[in-house]
């Protein structure tokens, strides 16, 4: 298995869990609108870091990748399957959310 297939398959976990969380969520409609900048400004950041850091990790020798297993594709040295674990974890932590917030009164 390739490290994008692995990517892959961890982001596409974290869009189904996503997209239960929020059809179980009554007030979806409010959440996205108030969660769409900060979630892409978080994006941004998330990326920006992963970049400059796993450069430096690369870098210096503290992380291989066998070049087999890779797309091809890389930003610096960073291989771009590297950008899909935090993506994933940027999905993931506003699903658990609202998997795991308690429900009001009002909504039974």
């Known amino acids: 298995m390739t490290y994008l297939w692995l990517s892959l398959a961890f982001l596409a976990v974290a869009a189904v869990v996503l997209a239960v969380a929020?059809?179980?969520a009554r007030d979806r409609r409010s959440l996205v609108r108030r969660w769409w900048l900060p979630v892409t400004v978080a994006g941004v950041l998330i990326a920006v870091l992963t970049a400059?850091?796993?450069n430096l990790m690369i870098g210096v020798g503290l992380m291989t990748y066998g070049g087999a297993h890779l797309a091809g594709l890389r930003l610096g040295l960073v291989p771009i399957e590297d950008f899909a674990y935090p993506l994933a974890g940027l999905l993931l932590l506003p699903a658990v959310w609202l998997l795991l917030r308690?429900?009001?009164r009002e909504e039974g």
Do not use: C
Request: proline share 0%; no cysteine; glycine share 0%.
């Open 52 to 54: 400059v850091f796993d």
């Open 22 to 24: 929020l059809t179980r």
């Open 102 to 104: 308690r429900r009001s």
